[in-house]
């Protein structure tokens, strides 16, 4: 029997649920630009904004929402024009915010991947810290960290890429996320702003901070697939328990596991075997998984997540990432962690 091919690259990208499909597909039937005057542009509008409170509403959020084409645009419009005149990133952050804040202050954590809210700066300073990390699941205690940063005058930019739709979202003066990673289409996102007043302007479409005609089908995609997020995150944590539990039995180590962590992704090691080597062998038994972000598991370089959590390179080398979406059944970890056990056991034949 040929098995069909198992997808554990949710963190990557989840696919669309049914309900954003056909949600884009309707949306598709009766498009018309959001800005016109006319009855059809009145009509997009007021589907846009049904979809923008509908989007709130399901990720609690009471403040401005500006739609984007995903979350590295809402973190480049949050970080270029937020009111703030100095930048401080966790070591730990996503590319996306590295790319756009490389000459900015590095605020270190610990072994599990946290910061400690001593270390945050001072006042007119912009910290963008991950709510739950990309590659290795670890939630940041972001209560503690913005009740201190607010404390001395700062601001907060929280990447919930990983977390909206999965838990709910705690508040922060910026919050950017991304409905590909949630069940929705790829190609839009949101930047959420607790007070328009602390970002600067740019003109044109979205209430004036970012220019372009709105993607009303992917915006509706984006409000469906929210109205079935969260539901699964409880199986996802039972999941992910029982493939922790495999790994350390078959003499792997977990990233971070003592560390709070987001139930849908985790990071493993495998003693003795690369990283590629495993995805290569993982890919020929029909299971998708990735070494860290996709954003940078192509390339040679060693995770600067795990180097910030205090890893050798020698060891980063050797951890590929699991990640959930609302498809992933016992079954599936169960045929991973089967798969698993021959890499291992093959590495450890050729090493006797």
């Keep these: 029997m040929v098995l069909s091919r198992l997808y554990l690259d949710h963190a990557a990208t989840t696919p669309m ?3 954003a499909r056909a949600a884009v597909a309707e949306a598709m039937e009766r498009w018309a630009n959001p800005s016109s005057p006319h009855a059809e542009g009145r009509a997009a509008r007021a589907a846009l904004e049904d979809a923008r409170a509908r989007i709130a509403a399901a990720l609690g959020h009471s403040g401005a929402l500006i739609f984007t084409s995903g979350a590295s645009e809402a973190i480049e ?3 270029r024009r937020g009111k703030a005149a100095r930048r401080m990133l966790s070591a730990v952050e996503h590319d996306a915010v590295r790319r756009v804040a490389c000459d900015a202050a590095i605020l270190p954590v610990d072994r599990l991947g946290q910061v400690h809210e001593d270390a945050v700066g001072g006042a007119d300073t912009l910290h963008a810290i ?3 990390n990309n590659e290795t699941g670890v939630v940041q205690p972001i209560d503690a960290l913005r009740e201190r940063i607010a404390e ?3 601001l907060l930019l929280m990447d919930a890429a990983q977390a909206a739709g999965k838990m709910p979202l705690p508040g922060a003066d910026f919050v950017s996320i991304s409905a590909h990673k949630l069940g929705g289409p790829p190609g839009i996102g949101a930047l959420l702003v607790r007070d328009l007043g602390l970002l600067e302007p740019s003109g044109g479409q979205e209430q004036g901070y970012r220019g372009g005609t709105e993607n009303l089908p992917a915006i509706m995609g984006f409000a469906a697939a929210l109205d079935e997020s ?5 199986r996802a944590s039972r999941l992910r328990d029982r493939l922790d539990s495999a790994i350390r039995d078959g003499g792997g180590m977990v990233v971070a596991d003592e560390a709070h962590r987001a139930p ?3 990071s493993y090691r495998m003693p003795g075997v690369a990283a590629t080597a495993q995805l290569i062998r993982f890919d020929m038994a029909g299971i998708s998984v990735s070494a860290g972000s996709a954003c940078s598991s192509g390339s040679l370089k060693p995770s600067h997540v795990l180097a910030a959590m205090g890893w050798s390179e020698a060891e980063a080398r050797e951890v590929v990432r699991v990640s959930f979406g609302p498809q992933t059944e016992e079954a599936d970890i169960d045929r991973f962690v089967s798969e698993w056990h021959k890499v291992a056991a093959s590495a450890r034949t050729r090493a006797a």
């Design 230 to 234: 969260i539901a699964w995150t409880a």
């Design 17 to 19: 649920l049914p309900r």
């Design 130 to 132: 991950q709510l739950v």
């Design 77 to 79: 419009i949050a970080m």
């Design 264 to 266: 849908a992704i985790a």
């Design 152 to 154: 001395r005058g700062g």
